[in-house]
């Protein structure tokens, strides 16, 4: 089925900050308190935001998948869609912050080889795609998004800011998402298109 999308599917740059600004209070309690989950949680919802990886890839990373140098970080997706792996460039802001957890998952006791899950369960073991998502509804609404917000909106909207901030780079936001056809990548340029916005910018006042 053909991805349809209209502007309601993508979370506002305020909307963004909100929602990352409440994940990261609570992170930052969680750790005095010594809760795991919602620094996990933090973590997870950051990688949504600013890689746009599905959830499917998210519960599959591992710790040998983050390239975390300076200058050259990413996020290999080992098993994209359609079994194939992909190298997601990411920002400062997200490597440093994927740093600080490593570094706290070995505070905490928890493994960081490289095989090892990046991502853990309470249990300790994988996660499952519906307990992404119910974290990602808990925090939604506790900064008051509209309820059709799912964790797989973070991705509409990473690819969204990904497509302005990069002057309308198509190439780009096709390889970051994992597209194996420009024609799916092509709904965002579509749905945001410059010249609609400068055209209902111009109508008559």
């Known amino acids: ?13 305020d909307q963004v900050r ?6 990261r209070r609570e992170a930052d309690l969680a750790r005095r308190n010594g809760r795991k989950g919602p620094v996990r949680d933090w973590a997870m919802l950051h990688v949504a935001l600013d890689a746009g990886l599905r959830v499917s890839e998210i519960i599959a990373l591992r710790v040998g998948d983050l390239l975390l140098e300076p200058g ?4 290999i997706v080992r098993h994209g869609k359609g079994g194939k792996e992909r190298g997601v460039d990411i ?10 957890y490593l570094a706290w998952k070995q505070a905490v006791g928890e493994a960081i080889g490289e095989e090892d899950l990046l991502f853990l369960s309470p249990r300790g073991g994988p996660l499952t795609r519906q307990a992404v998502y119910l974290m990602f509804k808990r925090l939604a609404a506790k900064v008051g998004l509209p309820s059709r917000f799912t964790i797989h909106s973070c991705r509409h909207t990473y690819a969204s800011l990904l497509y302005r901030a ?10 970051q998402l994992g597209h194996a056809s420009i024609r799916t990548t092509q709904v965002y340029a579509d749905v945001l ?5 400068e055209a209902v910018n111009g109508l008559p006042q």
Do not use: Y
């Open 1 to 13: 089925m053909p991805l349809r999308l209209t502007q309601e599917d993508f979370l506002t740059p």
């Open 18 to 23: 909100r929602l990352k600004a409440h994940a």
């Open 72 to 75: 050259h970080s990413a996020i």
């Open 91 to 100: 920002g400062q802001a997200l490597r440093d912050h994927l740093r600080e």
């Open 166 to 175: 990069s002057k309308f780079n198509l190439r780009l936001v096709q390889k």
């Open 193 to 197: 298109s410059a010249d609609a916005l």
